[in-house]
């Protein structure tokens, strides 16, 4: 079976600095976003236990995509789906799940098709869901626990109040939570080998996509929201109490 | 002109989208629908608040099959004659809204915790680079799919709405619901607390919560956390993870014990009217969005809040 993982490539979030309200980007390394790591390793869980699965690694985004994805490979992916084209870095949800979905296109035999539940940087919850509709699949997001039997997927969903168990026919779209696995760190050896493995690069014309969109997002302005805080650093747990009882923050 | 459409599966957030569909139509003039499926008592509910609702019964629709309820949604803004769709950004709205915006091939903005109209122009505020920023933007264009955050805008009130029925068609499904367990949580929502008491990696063992659990007791707070807490080590339960991934709380006091501060953390407490920071390393992060900074060990100031409290 062929399981596809849908990743962003974004950057490393934990380096960016914020200079004047405005993040810098310069010189941060670019990634895989945290939830979408989740969602490998979820694949590769699958395999092991199925045994004969390809796990695909999909990505679309800029040209650097072809070294970010050999921390997938090394992840445990076998091989690389990349569309690049410089302006997919920072695209727009819909482009990028039209994008993909035109890739998983042009892979035979899709089985499952893995999305982490939100981007790390933008967390807009909003390709499986968009890539689900385009291939008309079923979808099912926030999954924590998938099983495969034969042509169907139990999947855990879980909401803010409750978790359903649900039977999915393949194939399908599902997007999961963090909680699904700790991605693995891959060791050393697989490091090495993740250059050797096999990639395919496509690019927009290659999928018959066109620059054009419809209701574009357009974002006006990006900046760290303003902190005013006291900053007022205490000795002790007493003297702690007494700034706090005197602001009326505690009883007593 | 087009039509504004709310629909939320929960009727809290519903009369919050009613609200928020309000504060647009007061600018823009639209006029308001509200969809309602498989939920006659949600119909009422918006209805009594002055809600136009177009109520779908569609007793084969698996409401768990999020592809199909967007599917019943779209089916509502081409009827209806509806441009902008206001959906609610809980889990389930989330799944909605990238469906039903492909399904109509709208822009679509998810998490807004923001709405002003400018010009006509619907300009939403959320979180982006992992909530290391607020981005306003906008959708250039009549399609617009905008899922607003729990809590960014009251529940509505108002009289002499309407009820009237929709008929839509609904395709065979893929999903089967085998189960539903309800969470089997305490039930305490850390967003509506008024005090939270946090801890984070600083922690060393799961016992140690016993002193945090007590000191959040004594201030009337709740017990809170950062996401390793639960997720690697798994000591607290989801529900009490603060952040992008977690809760947005807003509490009038917050006291954030062993925590340094990462971003997708403070997102979820940078609305707290007062922020306490007790860390071991004076430089962290979190010490930067602090009122109150105690350059100490959580291990033995909590216990000594507690004497103090206690």
Known sequence: MN????????????????SNRRPVLQDVPLTFGGIDKSALEAAVVLKESLG????????????????????????????AYLVIDQSLAGADSSIIAQVLAAGIKQLNDVDLILFGEGSGDNYSGQVGARVARLLELPLVSYARDIKIDGDTAQVVRVLEDCEEVLEVKLPAVITVLSDIGEPRIPSVTQILKAGKKPKQTAELDDLGISAGQSNPVITLSNLAPESNRKRIVVKNPVELVEKLKSENLIGG | MAKILIYSAKDTLALELLSAARLIAGETGAEIVALTINDDDQGRILANVGAHVYRVNAPDLVMADVAAVADVIAQGVQQLGAGVVLLSSDRRGKELAGSVAQFIEAGCITDISAIQVNNGRIECQRNALG??????????GDKQVLAIAPKAFPAASGEGGSISELQITVKPSGIKVRETKTKDSDSVNIEEAAVIVAAGQGLRSKEDLAMVEALARSLGGVIACSKPVATDKKWLPEDRVIGLSGKQCKPDLALLFGISGQVQFTVGIRDAKTIVAVNTDENATINQMADYIL????????PELNRLLG
């Open chain 2, 131 to 140: 909530g290391a920023t607020v981005a306003t933007q906008y959708i250039e």
């Open chain 2, 295 to 302: 350059t100490a060990d959580m291990h033995e100031v909590i």
């Open chain 1, 52 to 79: 004969e699965v390809k796990v695909w690694v999909l990505s679309a985004g800029s040209e650097e995509l072809e070294d970010t994805v050999k921390e997938a490979l090394a992840a445990g992916g076998d091989e």
């Open chain 1, 3 to 18: 399981i596809v993982v849908a990743m962003k490539q974004i950057p490393d979030l934990q380096q960016i600095r914020i």
